[in-house]
């Protein structure tokens, strides 16, 4: 029974400002689109589930590729909370969700009550919004945003540390900058370690395997003027990837934009 | 009455760790070398010295202009002592000087005490001496270093913001860096806004004016390796330059690589 919300209702989701008020309204099913803009000042996180026999293998391999795979949270195993993120129940508090069996998609359902098992870990990384957010209030221009498109991703050749079944190449997102505005990119983002971090490339796309930034492998294709440096950062997509090459028994994920907002704030993410 | 010392003299120099030790030597004249290299620990600075009546001027051009012309020291009208810096009297403790009358060249001594007045006030710039330490010793290959060549300086097209008499285009050094140590060098050299801090640009020297890297203005042609970017940074010789065009009656500086070596650490210019 999954309800889909009209416009109004959409540009409604869009003014609200406070996160418990945000999955107050997601929680019941009501609204069932992308959290982009909604609770700006909140960190949103990308979502991963797995089984209890395959968890500490991606813990590991999180924590040795911490660029792609930020961690931002981590459940207990058949624990449904994220305490340390707000007051959450990961099985109603997304959007919409995507289940995967032995690597395949099943089902988008809008709640994951009857796929909750106490087999079941949950995993929160951090999301590039919380670093585009203070870019963006510095007044360095992003293409994605202005266009409202999806940032450009793509398939690079630099192998990620692997752990156990989890492996693959890294993900990067790319936006592209002016020379001073990567500059005062890689400021910027170097204080947000907890979601990507600074750049991992910038300048040479074909040093890391990119043979066309107009041809990205996820999202939109970029806008890139004259006078710009294409920027890459670590993508949470990359361990999506990897989860996928592993073909774990089950898997949920959120389906794509659609995040957990949490009660943390952006700001609270910042190392110095 | 020069002294030049033969290159065991210049040799045992460069084994001096303790800044006092080196000034001391270079108080009596009898060492009259460059100074990179000597108490690598400590910061050293570039040397403009001008007539009060275009001494605030100067110190308007500086302050606006913080990335190529960073002040780590300012003295009093009249007095040669720079007592934030060490036990410092300027008119002995460099290895060699230049004085300008009218813009030209008209001496290049190894004590000023003939030339010093009542009249004069002393300016120390920093130098990118001490941001090149924390780059090498996190493993960053600076070409110029490893090949013992002057850094590469280019005029560029960015103006400076003026000050009276006192204006100009700002003077660039570049190093050649891998993408990778291009981020890193940006994150190291931003926690040293007193010498220089972050790069003004990279990647694209035709965006500021620099039309061949390969034909610097001052110093040595680099070596640039396939998968390199060119960084610029802020040069201590645009103030230099925009002395030389204001014509003040007389300026007096150090002889380039012949720097004032103060007592204060390299470390403790690191703003966080």
Same mark, same amino acid.
């Given at each position: ?75 207990? /195993? ?6 340390? !993120?707000? *007051?959450?129940?990961?099985? +109603?508090?997304? &959007?919409? =969700? %995507? ?34 957010? /203070? ?6 221009? !992003?293409? *994605?945003?202005?266009?409202? +498109?999806?940032? &450009?991703? =793509? %398939? ?44 991992? *490339? ?71």
């Amino acid at each position: 029974m999954q309800k889909t919300v009209a416009a109004p209702g959409s540009n409604h989701m869009m003014k609200i400002a406070d996160s418990r008020e945000a999955r107050g309204i997601i929680r019941t099913g009501e609204y069932t689109g992308h959290t982009a803009g909604i609770a700006p000042d909140f960190v949103q996180g990308n979502l991963c589930i797995l089984p209890r026999e395959a968890a500490q293998e991606f813990a590991a391999f999180c924590q040795r590729n911490p660029k792609p795979c930020p961690v931002i949270g981590m459940g207990s /195993p058949g624990d449904p909370a994220l305490p340390d !993120l707000g *007051h959450i129940d990961i099985r +109603t508090d997304i &959007p919409r =969700y %995507r289940v995967f069996k032995d690597g395949q998609l099943v089902d988008e359902p809008t709640d994951i009550r009857k796929y909750w098992s106490d087999d079941l870990v949950t995993f929160i990384i951090g999301c590039s919004f919380s670093f585009e957010l /203070p870019m963006l209030q510095e007044g360095i221009h !992003l293409q *994605h945003v202005a266009r409202n +498109t999806t940032v &450009p991703m =793509y %398939r690079t050749s630099i192998d990620c540390v692997p752990a156990g079944r989890f492996k693959g190449k890294m993900v990067v997102s790319m936006r592209p900058l002016s020379p001073a505005d990567a500059i005062r990119a890689v400021q910027i983002t170097s204080r947000f370690p907890a979601v990507h971090g600074a750049p991992v *490339h910038l300048g040479l796309p074909e040093a890391i395997g990119i043979t066309d930034i107009m041809r990205p492998d996820f999202g939109d294709p970029p806008e890139v003027s004259a006078g710009q440096l294409p920027v890459f950062w670590g993508c949470g997509v990359t361990p999506q990837v990897a989860i996928e090459a592993a073909r774990p028994s089950i898997c949920i994920t959120h389906k794509p934009g659609s995040m957990l907002i949490t009660d943390k704030k952006n700001s609270a993410l910042a190392a110095l």
